[in-house]
């Protein structure tokens, strides 16, 4: 136990280098919320985010729930949370405004002073004031205009909860920024360590996945004989779907479905579309997705038209909806086994290593004889895993809920396709949205039947409707009647 002398060296000492002393257990906050009592909006708008956030289990600092409300406890509260939620309002220029406020700008200053992140937010019906909220930012304040503002709507429950989502979001995003700022010089030393342990990291594990992925294969492709004709094409099917786990790696929870980063590495587009898709996703993280009529339990995302950037698109909603609906689960039709896409990769690299394995089965003394069929029988090899794959995901009973991505532009073949030969087919679900991507972005839901809905003001509503013959029917008409359109 510490001695009341080394406890008086130690606030000496304290002093000296201007540390303040850590704060005590039970001192620390999530969060803390500034806003005007000058506006009863503000106000009410500050006891709905403390009561959100607190039944999500964030400590939360607001004036009125402390034991002290003085100036001293405000500069603490400050200093001692993670961020602050500063609730802007207006009318801007008036004396009442936030940033008129003087014990406001207190907290913003102490705010900066501390590198505690701010997170300004604006009330629904303010959202479109932001810019004008700008001109009463003090000088000393303009750093302010360029992090993210968040508004809030708390007359609906839904996009309440959605908004607090993203002030959670964004609070980390300027968390994870501020760490990684320690200085200019410093910053760039980091960079340099950061880039060379990337590199010893990418040389280790270079060509792991894929050696891996070809011993898995090897075992599958034991006994298969290209030159046979009557090799059992299925039998070999069969044990590369057992021999990768699918149906069991399906529900897989240590699969990160929440990461962005996923949307360029299993779900990229075609090469010469990255840019494109990059500004199509852009466009559409801007629009609030709700979701109704749906089942409880998890979503399937079927896609088709990977040219026109719909597996992206895919993607992109099952992240959304796992990440902004906390008891629902999306999962993209591609990414639904981990250790399939985890080892083997795109499209091009499991036919390259398919390939690699036919070409060891034949021998060296057939190469040329086999040759000519290889680049035809890998081919067919993987169509068929992959349909197979479409299959167990189309029928599997723990997904009852179902979202069909299309592009605005449908293919002239897609009646070919697998979405309409196979998953419509073999889909067993209780409830359906088709979801129709403008290629300016936006959506269009349910454009198979009358009265389909477009995205107005950012938002949109994701309407499932019950899945049967009928159902399945009207789909494959309305893309029979628009292909090639």
């Given at each position: ?358 070409k060891k089965n034949i021998g060296a003394k057939n190469s040329n004889r086999g040759q000519n069929i290889i680049d035809s029988e890998a081919g067919i090899i993987l169509k068929n895993i992959w ?74 509503t994701f309407e499932f409707k019950t899945w049967n013959a009928g159902a399945k029917r009207s789909i494959i008409n309305f893309l029979k009647k628009n292909k090639g359109k």
């Amino acid at each position: 136990m510490p001695t009341q002398k080394n406890k008086k060296t130690k606030r000496k000492i304290n002093r000296k280098r201007k540390i303040k002393p850590p704060a005590r257990p039970g001192q620390r906050w999530h969060a803390m919320i500034s806003y005007t009592q000058r506006d009863p909006k503000s106000e009410t708008l500050a006891h709905a985010i403390y009561s959100g956030m607190t039944k999500r289990g964030k400590k939360v600092w607001l004036d009125v729930k402390m034991a002290k409300r003085d100036e001293a406890a405000m500069q603490n509260g400050v200093e001692h949370s993670d961020f602050i939620i500063a609730i802007v309002s207006g009318p801007p220029g008036d004396d009442s405004a936030y940033f008129k406020r003087p014990l406001c700008l207190k907290e913003l200053r102490w705010a900066k002073e501390n590198g505690t992140p701010v997170v300004p937010v604006v009330s629904a019906s303010d959202k479109d004031n932001i810019t004008e909220f700008f001109a009463d930012i003090p000088d000393d304040l303009q750093h302010l205009k360029r992090v993210n503002w968040e508004h809030i709507d708390r007359k609906d429950i839904d996009y309440f909860s959605l908004g607090l989502d993203k002030i959670l979001k964004t609070s980390a995003e300027a968390r994870a920024r501020a760490a990684s700022q320690p200085g200019r010089g410093r910053r760039k030393l980091n960079r340099k360590r950061k880039i060379n342990q990337n590199t010893k990291k990418n040389n280790k594990t270079k060509g792991k996945g894929k050696n891996k992925c070809i011993q898995v294969l090897m075992g599958s492709f034991k006994n298969y004989d290209l030159l046979d004709p009557k090799r059992n094409k299925q039998q070999l099917i069969n044990r590369i779907i057992n021999d990768f786990n699918t149906k069991g790696d399906i529900l897989n929870k240590k699969y990160n479905y929440k990461s962005k980063g996923i949307l360029y590495k299993y779900c990229a587009p075609p090469k010469d579309s990255i840019e494109n898709g990059k500004k199509l996703i852009a466009k559409l993280d801007k629009i609030d997705i709700e979701l109704s009529n749906h089942d409880k339990g998890m979503f399937r995302i079927l896609w088709t038209g990977w040219i026109q950037l719909s597996q992206l698109v895919a993607c992109f909603i099952a992240n959304y909806i796992s990440n902004h609906y906390v008891n629902s689960r999306a999962i993209e039709q591609t990414n639904f086994t981990k250790k399939w896409t985890g080892l083997c990769g795109t499209w091009e690299s499991e036919r390259k290593m398919i390939k690699e394995i036919l070409k060891k089965n034949i021998g060296a003394k057939n190469s040329n004889r086999g040759q000519n069929i290889i680049d035809s029988e890998a081919g067919i090899i993987l169509k068929n895993i992959w349909d197979r794959y479409s299959i167990l995901f189309s029928r599997h009973n723990k997904l009852p809920n179902t979202v069909i991505i299309i592009p605005e532009n449908i293919d002239k073949n897609i009646l070919n396709k697998t979405l309409v030969k196979i998953e419509l087919n073999n889909l067993n679900t209780s409830k359906v949205c088709v979801v129709m991507f403008k290629n300016i972005g936006g959506y269009i839901i349910n454009p198979h039947l009358r009265g389909n809905q477009t995205d107005i003001d950012g938002k949109v509503t994701f309407e499932f409707k019950t899945w049967n013959a009928g159902a399945k029917r009207s789909i494959i008409n309305f893309l029979k009647k628009n292909k090639g359109k």
